[in-house]
């Protein structure tokens, strides 16, 4: 999710996320050796990466992550830093940053580093910091009213596409609920899978919404096999309301989805939990555990 995006905060509980000692991370499940490199977007943890940048990092990294997807970039700058400072801040820590999330750009003209506004210099800038992906990360409101919005997206995104691989950046699309739901009576997300070149604008499947949309993600890869190289692994509370929920606690069934990886020809994928109703930390160390019982 973009930084700038507002969600609601009535279900999010501002506990002291900083507070969670590392005593209690380390009595969960989340210590074991993972069987492959699993990534952490940094959104879930936004709150306290404001306060405590490094502090944050430090414990992402004792939880066991390795990789990291960056969020909020902006005129040059990934959480206040140079591309140069972040990356070494980062590898101090044994993390690397393989993708990032940057906006349009179109509800927020003046905004440098979308895909609307000082694009090049944002792609550079991804490169110098070692990101293998830059993800397209949310349309907002404002800028999805109509089907044809998409289609000008489509011609947005093969460009956005074309100078990231000048580059050795692959360009792709994160998706949430609302691409699933038809406009002007097409679903968005056609127009996004079928306007668009496949070899410059691949896709970030965000499990959760996709499944919430009705969707079977398995399916989704069969439909377009090897366009999905990330993915945004977060589960869905068993109960009506469909809340976010640590990986593996939830209904989703990731045992069936990890098993199609080749077909969506995946590379990475991130753990995320937009809303957290324990202290984030906790929260990402429960699904990094969890996702280690998996031997995903």
Known sequence: ???????????????????????????????????????????????ALSKDLEGTLKKVSEIGYKEVETFGYSDGKFFGKTPK???????????????????????????????????KRAVDDSAELGQKYMMCAYLTPDERKSIDDYKKYAVLFNKSGEICKAAGI??????????????????????????????????????????????DPVELFKQHPGRFPLWHVKDMEKGPDKAFAEVGTGSIDFAKIFAARKTAGMTHFFVEQDVCKRPPLEAIAISYGNLVKMKV
Do not use: C
């Not at 609601?8 to 900083?18: I, M, P, Q, V, W």
């Not at 038809?182 to 079928?194: A, N």
């Open 1 to 47: 999710m973009d930084f700038n995006q507002k969600i609601s905060r009535k279900s999010f509980l501002r506990t002291g996320a900083l507070a969670l000692s590392l005593p209690l991370i380390s009595q969960l499940p989340s210590m074991a050796k993972a069987s492959s490199k699993i990534g952490l977007q940094l959104y879930t943890l936004r709150d």
């Open 85 to 119: 400072e972040f990356k070494s801040l980062l590898s101090g820590l044994g993390l690397s940053a393989v993708s990032g999330h940057y906006g349009a750009g179109i509800a927020a003209p003046d905004r440098k580093g979308t895909l609307s506004n000082d694009w």
């Open 170 to 215: 692959q360009f792709g699309y994160h998706n949430h609920d609302f691409e699933f739901q038809k406009l002007d009576g097409q679903l968005p997300y056609d127009i996004i899978t079928k306007d668009t070149d496949a070899s410059l604008v691949k896709l970030e499947l965000d499990l959760y919404w996709a499944v919430r949309a009705g969707l």
